[in-house]
Every structure is written in C-alpha cells, then in structure tokens.
C-alpha cells in the first residue's frame, strides 16, 4: 500500500484546511485508515482514524468539534477537513492505514504535509 497525502499549506487562526490522502495498491487490505501529527521532538499523534466500512470513527479530543475525517466511496481516498485551526494545530500531518491481510498486520504511513498556522 502506497499513501500520498495533500494539501497542507499555510493558513491563518480561525482558518480551515482540507487534507487528502490517496491509496494505491492493495487497498481492499486496509482495515482502517487515518491522521496523525508530529511536531519536531515530540511522538507522532493520533488525530482522527476511520473504519473502512465508514462506520467508525475517532479523533483525539484536542479535535473534536473542530475535525472531521471521512473517506470516500471507493475506499482510496479518505479526507481530514480542518476548522478553527489554531497554532497548536501546526504540525506536520501524516497520512495512516493499517492493512490486514493473510495474517499479516501492517501499518503504512505518507510522506508527511506541513500545516503551518501562526501565532
């Protein structure tokens, strides 16, 4: 499974951005797909991940009511669409899939988008 993610940028307080990731490959083996986020020197975060039957979500709570995941009808294309962003939101953001397949578990991951909000 391959990920590339899109549309990181800068934008202002207040603001909103739409990420894309794209899946090629195998992907009728991934199971659940997602968003985490890095700052330099800190672990890579959790933010949203979605079941790819679409029916179950989850975000961490520092998104909630502000984030929204969502993947598209063929399954290799999910979206994080970003409101009130603030500068805690800046990171950079990646791009998740867990696969199942043949008793293999396998996580992929994207190159990284930046998302830069300022103070």
């Known amino acids: 499974v391959q990920l590339v993610e899109s549309g990181g940028g800068l934008v202002q307080a207040g603001g909103s951005l739409r990420l894309s990731c794209a899946a090629s490959g195998n992907i009728f083996s991934i199971k659940t797909m997602g968003w985490y986020r890095q700052v330099p020197g800190k672990q890579r975060d959790l933010v949203a991940t979605?079941?790819?039957?679409?029916?179950?979500?989850n975000y961490a709570d520092s998104v909630k009511g502000r984030f929204t995941i969502s993947r598209g009808n063929n399954m290799n294309t999910w979206y994080l669409q970003m409101n009130s962003l603030n500068s805690e939101d800046t990171a950079v953001y990646y791009c998740?899939?867990?696969?199942?397949?043949?008793?293999?578990?396998?996580?992929?991951w994207g190159q990284g988008t930046q998302v830069t909000v300022p103070s």
């Open positions: 998740y899939a867990h696969s199942s397949w043949l008793k293999n578990e396998l996580d992929y």
């Open positions: 979605i079941s790819s039957g679409g029916g179950s979500t």
